[in-house]
């Protein structure tokens, strides 16, 4: 168990819709990041967040927006979702001196 | 942009053998740390091991260690003595800075399975 938590584990909506992807970082930790993991694209770097702050975007699409909140916790929203955006999302955080990220369970996204 | 490839797509060993997943990377800061995370097929990220490019030692942590060549920029991972538990896919990750911001950028994984 990394410590970090990830809710809902699976979801599975339309075309269209919009959703919200839910993290809470392990304790201590003040980075929260989120990746996207599909078939074609890899794993890739969507967003971090410092402490509240936005530190830097990837390749993250204008249809989807984060927020860290005070309680560090944080939320990825996806909205307009189309086939395209089924893939496993990740929420990561980090704290240690080596940079290490702890990865949550993750959340597979269906669009159907 | 710092790259990370693993040529190997999959990879086969035999029970209680040693097996080498095999990354370089392509980096021009001088300062960088690799990472290798093991993905089971239940899908969660799980951390392994970390090599910090000023590091004079190769990385150790229990049956994962770190074969690191910095001129030749290599970071292959070696796990000693398979266990049937270590099949998955396997990503080496480097780390990226700038300013205030991180990141990791992965390579695109080795699956590794293990036979009885």
């Known amino acids: 168990d990394s410590g970090v938590t990830q809710t809902p584990k699976h979801l599975i909506t339309a075309t269209g819709q919009r959703v919200t992807l839910r993290c809470s970082p392990r304790?201590?930790?003040?980075?929260v990041y989120w990746y996207q993991q599909s078939l074609d694209q890899g794993l890739q770097f969507l967003i971090q967040?410092?402490?509240?702050?936005?530190?830097a975007k990837g390749n993250i699409l204008e249809r989807f927006s984060a927020q860290q909140f005070p309680d560090l916790h944080s939320e990825l929203n996806l909205s307009s979702l189309e086939l395209g955006d089924s893939a496993l999302y990740f929420c990561?955080?980090?704290?240690?001196?080596?940079?290490?990220?702890?990865f949550g369970p993750g959340t597979r996204l269906t669009v159907t | 942009a710092q790259k990370i490839t693993q040529t190997q797509p999959g990879m086969f060993v035999q029970e209680k053998e040693a097996v080498t997943l095999d990354c370089t990377y392509d980096?021009?800061?001088?300062?960088?740390?690799l990472f290798w995370y093991k993905q089971p097929s239940s899908g969660e990220m799980i951390f392994l091991i970390y090599?910090?490019?000023?590091?004079?030692q190769n990385a150790t942590e229990g049956r994962y260690s770190l074969n690191f060549q910095k001129a030749r920029k290599s970071a292959n991972l070696v796990i000693s003595a398979s266990q049937l538990g270590d099949s998955a896919m396997y990503f080496c990750?480097?780390?990226?800075?700038?300013?205030?911001?991180?990141?990791?950028?992965f390579g695109k994984g080795t699956k590794l399975t293990v036979n009885p």
């Open positions: 990561a955080s980090s704290g240690g001196f080596r940079g290490e990220q702890y």
């Open positions: 304790s201590g930790d003040l980075s």
């Open positions: 967040y410092y402490n509240g702050e936005e530190r």
């Open positions: 980096t021009s800061d001088p300062s960088y740390g």
């Open positions: 090599q910090g490019s000023y590091d004079q």
């Open positions: 990750a480097m780390r990226e800075t700038q300013g205030g911001s991180e990141k990791l950028v």
